[in-house]
């Protein structure tokens, strides 16, 4: 299980490096107008979002194989799971926006200044303070 509980937080730590800095990217696109520094940095997201893919799934995947797997966080008196759970839905939510915001960019399509930008780059940090807060802490 150890072996299971370190491969994931491998993962983890790997995921939320590219949701912390793609939107970071897209901060930078959202104030560049054309030629090459918008290529490159389209070029730099989207190496990202391809490697962002795998890490997911993996990060994902050992999560299930701890909780289905092992039963951790199962049980009557585990509230925390639950919750964390539906922190790990809007997890993957933001992962899928930030795909589509790609998109957008790429079509040159974005609406958005780069303000809001540095405001959705701030969602995957109280997402991964209230998960870890709950698995250590696990208040309910």
């Not at 793609?22 to 930078?28: E, K, S, T």
């Not at 893919?53 to 299930?64: D, E, H, I, R, T």
């Not at 701890?66 to 966080?73: F, K, N």
């Not at 998109?103 to 701030?122: G, K, L, T």
């Amino acid at each position: 299980m150890l072996w299971v509980k370190a491969f994931h937080i491998v993962f983890v730590v790997s995921w939320f490096a590219g949701l912390f800095y793609l939107p970071r990217i897209f901060v930078n696109l959202a104030m560049v107008g054309s030629g090459a520094g918008r290529d490159v940095l389209l070029t730099m997201a989207g190496k990202l979002w391809r490697f962002m893919q795998p890490l997911a799934a993996l990060a994902l995947g050992f999560g299930l194989w701890l909780w289905l797997g092992y039963g951790i966080g199962s049980g009557p008196d585990n509230g925390w799971m639950q919750l964390k759970l539906a922190f790990v839905v809007l997890l993957i939510a933001y992962h899928v926006a930030c795909g589509r915001l790609l998109a957008m960019f790429r079509a040159d399509r974005n609406a958005r200044s780069h303000v809001w930008f540095r405001f959705f780059n701030e969602i995957p940090v109280l997402l991964l303070l209230l998960v870890v807060v709950l698995v250590v802490v696990k208040p309910l």
